[in-house]
């Protein structure tokens, strides 16, 4: 069975700051691991994406993830935070079959000007 | 060029009544799913169909029923809508290899 975990269902930065969103899956074989970001009122946009090759995954808007095996984490980050970030950040894990794909409950990033 | 759609956008309903929701999907993608995500914004998996076969049925009351005319096409009848029925129900499809899933951008149904 699988699962993830984000720590933090409210994270405040402030502008230009750096932004950390943590993420801790569960899983009985290595993962496929996931960030999405949904702003509002719209649908889930993949941000970034991580399928066994390199364990630093960039992706879009300047946020990566590392993943990191002994610590079961997959944490987003992005050195400088922009107003434009404002959004609900979901982290979400697959199995390698498809047949499993589960959602963490979020994080709510805000961003003070 | 829409690569998940989904119709309508809004929907206003009143309890008991029947509807549904239809999703499309120009990717070329072979599996797809409808989520239910609550006022918390809890996303939680209803369905998943992978070439028109439904391989996740997650425990959803049974007045929801997937459909699935072809690979391109998933949509969703509810009867007999209830107040806890109301949410933003999205659509998506996924890569055979890598998982990935592409959104649709919602569907919020208002049960009155």
């Known amino acids: 069975a699988q699962s993830v975990t984000q720590l933090g269902s409210h994270v405040s930065v402030s502008e230009g700051a750096l932004v950390l969103l943590r993420c801790n899956y569960s899983s009985s074989v290595p993962p496929y691991l996931f960030w999405y970001v949904q702003y509002p009122n719209q649908g889930l946009q993949l941000l970034l994406k991580?399928?066994?090759?390199?364990?630093l995954v960039k992706g879009i808007n300047g946020f990566e993830a590392e993943f990191k095996k002994s610590e079961t984490s997959f944490h987003l980050t992005k050195p400088s935070a922009h107003m434009s970030d404002a959004a609900e950040y979901f982290c979400a894990v697959s199995d390698r079959v498809g047949n499993q794909f589960y959602f963490g409950t979020g994080t709510s990033l805000t961003v003070i000007p | 060029d829409t690569a998940v759609s989904q119709t309508p956008k809004y929907l206003v309903t009143q309890m008991g009544n029947d509807k549904s929701i239809k999703c499309e999907q120009n990717?070329?993608?072979?599996?797809m799913y409808w989520y239910k995500q609550d006022s918390k914004k809890f996303l939680k998996i209803m369905f998943s169909y992978n070439n028109k076969e439904l391989i996740i049925n997650e425990t959803v009351p049974n007045r929801f029923s997937p459909k699935s005319p072809d690979k391109a096409h998933l949509n969703l009848h509810i009867n007999s809508l209830e107040l806890g029925d109301s949410a933003v129900y999205f659509c998506?499809?996924?890569?055979?290899?890598?998982?990935?899933?592409?959104f649709g951008p919602g569907t919020r149904l208002t049960v009155t």
């Open positions: 990717l070329g993608h072979d599996t």
């Open positions: 998506a499809s996924s890569r055979p290899t890598t998982y990935e899933q592409y």
């Open positions: 991580y399928t066994s090759a390199a364990t």
